[in-house]
């Protein structure tokens, strides 16, 4: 389960998400919707359930491009690639996107800091786009519910603790401490600059015991959600509640 993120790997990822707005580009009509027509699946994840691979899975399953933290934050690091990204959001999209960055921006919880204005606008670009799987980084909290399925995946204490002392070769001791403090550090991230819970259940669609499921089995589980928000109206997905909680 171990997978690194290697410049090479970044290089690749960039090229694929390149192409894949290139397309979504040219597929637009001109007679769309004002807002996105695609669904984004944003996954959120405890540490030591292997959320990152479940991503993958699911992303290679439907063909769709996969950002994870690193390249996330590669991306709103890099202001070449993403200025491209930014000028490859259709027209008919570019007020939803200016007015999805510039309400969270109105609220004051949401730090001013130039990096997290660059990840909030990436984050909406790639939502703008659709059909990609986003891990971490808040997307699950901050992204549209209409166009987003929000997953969260799970798992108990000692279930996380024995991934990642396999993973990584460690002690139990020492993984417990990887383990704690890497949740924390995602926690206080999505608290700090957003001002959300990335523990209440409540703002997830589908919630994952990764103890329970394979990383094949969760993917099998998202698609299946990805399906039955399909078939309902966006319009209905704001005002209807319709969590799911496997375990």
Not at 178 to 193: G, L, P, Y
Request: charged share 25%.
């Amino acid at each position: 389960m171990n997978y690194t993120i290697t410049p090479e790997h970044l290089t690749e990822a960039l090229a694929r998400a390149h192409r894949h707005w290139q397309e979504r580009h040219g597929e637009t009509s001109a007679s769309a919707a004002s807002v996105p027509a695609a669904f984004t699946i944003a996954v959120s994840r405890e540490s030591g359930t292997y959320g990152a691979a479940i991503a993958r899975a699911v992303a290679n399953r439907l063909g769709w491009p996969v950002y994870d933290r690193e390249l996330l934050q590669r991306i709103a690091d890099d202001m070449g690639v993403r200025q491209k990204l930014l000028e490859s959001v259709d027209e008919r999209q570019v007020g939803w996107l200016n007015e999805c960055v510039g309400s969270l921006f109105a609220v004051p919880a949401v730090n001013q800091y130039s990096y997290v204005r660059q990840l909030v606008e990436t984050l909406f670009s790639l939502a703008a786009h659709g059909e990609c799987v986003i891990v971490g980084r808040g997307a699950a909290c901050v992204l549209p519910r209409a166009t987003t399925l929000r997953v969260r995946v799970v798992a108990p204490r000692e279930h996380r603790i024995n991934a990642v002392l396999r993973e990584h070769g460690i002690t139990f001791k020492e993984a417990a401490t990887r383990v704690e403090s890497t949740d924390r550090a995602r926690n206080r991230f999505v608290s700090d600059h957003f001002g959300i819970d990335a523990l209440d259940p409540a703002n997830y669609d589908l919630i994952l015991n990764a103890a329970s499921f394979s990383t094949e089995e969760c993917a099998d589980l998202i698609i299946a959600a990805l399906e039955r928000f399909r078939k309902h109206p966006m319009s209905s997905r704001s005002t209807q509640g319709s969590q799911i909680i496997a375990s």
